[in-house]
């Protein structure tokens, strides 16, 4: 009698227990789904930093040094944004890439922007803190010189290269900035583009050359190259080309008629706005799942002064 009242009670304890665990289920599930609503609904605000190099220029296309961060005004997607960090770039250290055509059309005048282009490295590279490597480029990109601080193999690159080919200015702006200047350190990151900017043979676009550009923050210079064989109506062609190119990144193009003289101008120009940039940083607050282009804009108080620095940047 005793054995079948402990067995009955024992029966009756095992009942409630799973019958706990039963209603105690729904009530987990329902507030882990809950949780987990909760987490979908929140945003996430990042405040990114965001640096940018800005050259300044006066209405004669002057460098202008000297500025402090009161004359400059910054917009992301139009938003004025308070400057966090600035500081006059004259030291910072310089990872450049000469980029350099060597299709037929161009080859006559090469040779002028060689010699040009081997004194503008012995005057502009400091050892141990500045390297620069040199690629070149007709339907296919090739790197002729990796990165260096040494002015002969430099120069002595850019005398073995010879004419071939056609001209894919988008494919060598891509890879060079993919494959040779992206990173993450405070350098400064230039190619220095020479070409008559007439692109035939491009796999890919101008738009996929720019986006990749502007993700490692590398500004374009152009030394634009008379073509040979062209009539005016061509060798305009690439004028808008270099300057979209350029403009987008925050350099500039220098047009190059023949003139010798003209070339040493050119780059005396590129060296004294390369030791006369300006570093600004800010912090834009976006939603964490916002992944799309920002818009810079930067604004000078002086109206005779301009300022130029890449279009925008990608949030990531």
């Keep these: 009698m005793k054995s079948a009242l402990l067995i009955t009670i024992t029966l009756i304890l095992a009942a409630q227990l ?37 050259s300044v220029r006066d209405k004669s296309g002057h460098s202008v040094s000297g500025l402090t961060k009161d004359d400059f005004t910054v917009l992301d997607e139009g938003k004025e944004q308070p400057i966090v960090l600035f500081s006059e770039e004259s030291n910072q250290p310089l990872r450049m890439a000469i980029v350099v055509d060597r299709s037929r059309s161009v080859q006559k005048v090469l040779s002028l922007a060689k010699t040009a282009a081997r004194n503008f490295f012995s005057s502009v590279l400091r050892p141990n803190t500045d390297r620069a490597c040199v690629v070149a480029f007709d339907s296919g990109v090739y790197l002729k010189q990796d990165f260096t601080d040494d002015p002969n193999e430099l120069g002595n690159a850019l005398s073995g290269i010879t004419a071939k080919g056609g001209t894919s200015v988008f494919d060598a702006i891509y890879k060079v900035s993919r494959d040779k200047l992206s990173g993450t350190d405070q350098a400064r990151r230039m190619i220095l583009l020479i070409t008559d900017g007439d692109d035939t043979t491009s796999r890919g676009s101008i738009e996929q050359a720019l986006e990749m550009a502007l993700k490692n923050n590398v500004t374009v210079f152009a030394l634009r190259l008379p073509d040979e064989n062209s009539l005016n109506v061509r060798d305009l062609r690439g004028k808008p080309v270099l300057d979209r190119l350029t403009q987008a990144t925050g350099g500039r193009q220098f047009h190059f008629d023949g003139d010798e003289s003209q070339l040493a101008r050119f780059f005396d120009a590129l060296q004294v706005e390369m030791r006369s940039q300006y570093s600004i940083g800010y912090r834009f607050q976006s939603p ?29």
């Design 18 to 54: 799973v019958l706990a665990q039963t209603t105690q289920q729904p009530r987990s599930a329902k507030q882990s789904k809950s949780s987990s609503d909760s987490d979908e609904d929140t945003i996430t605000i990042d405040a990114a930093l965001v640096n940018t190099h800005i």
């Design 288 to 316: 964490s799942s916002a992944r799309s282009f920002h818009r810079i804009t930067i604004r000078m108080k002086e109206p005779n002064l301009k300022a130029f620095t890449r279009s925008g940047y990608y949030s990531e």
